[in-house]
């Protein structure tokens, strides 16, 4: 339960900075209520695989997209990476259940292969959040920090001007952020 849940709230809390992530959590629930209907009819989910697939596109290629912004080109080649893969996988998978009455047991090889690359990419996934997440909250603590240095020492940072009741003393004050 806590795996179809908590990716849900992740995806909320970055759709408050970013609409594009809103976008992914809308995607997200009708995905998950694809799957259920499919379920309980008895056939394939080939929706809910292209949303997912939808789902991943949006988040790695908005938060690679912040992520270059900041610099961090290393983390947002793995993002891209990552859906691409996914795009791949879910490509291999929808040929392959189009092919089975063709070739039957000979998409075995194939299929298993293309399992063994989506498993590895959910850990690619995993990672590359992670990172990104991290690295997000380092950029934050850095910039706090720089901007509480500033202000103690009387320097306006670029991205950010001191309030006006510090500008109003005569010695610098120290601004807890």
């Given at each position: 339960?806590?795996?179809?849940?908590?990716?849900?709230?992740?995806l909320y809390q970055a759709g408050r900075v970013d609409k594009g992530y809103h976008t992914a959590l809308v995607l997200s629930v009708v995905a998950r209520v694809s799957g259920l209907l499919c379920r309980s009819i008895g056939v394939p989910d080939l929706l809910g695989y292209i949303l997912e697939f939808a789902v991943v596109?949006?988040?790695?290629t908005k938060t690679a997209r912040r992520l270059e912004a900041e610099g961090d080109l290393s983390t947002a080649a793995r993002g891209r990476f990552v859906w691409k893969l996914?795009?791949?996988?879910?490509?291999?998978?929808?040929?392959?259940?189009?092919?089975?009455?063709?070739?039957?047991?000979r998409l075995v090889g194939l299929l298993l292969v293309t399992l063994v690359a989506a498993l590895a990419n959910a850990v690619f996934y995993m990672t590359f959040l992670y990172r990104?997440?991290?690295?997000?909250?380092?950029e934050w603590k850095a910039r706090r920090e720089s901007a509480a240095l500033s202000i103690q020492a009387g320097i306006s940072s670029p991205w950010m001007k001191p309030p006006s009741w510090a500008e109003s003393t005569s010695p610098p004050m120290t601004v807890l952020l």
């Open positions: 339960m806590a795996a179809l849940v908590l990716p849900m709230m992740g596109y949006l988040v790695c996914d795009a791949a996988c879910l490509a291999v998978t929808l040929l392959s259940g189009l092919l089975v009455p063709i070739m039957g047991e990104a997440s991290r690295d997000s909250r380092s």
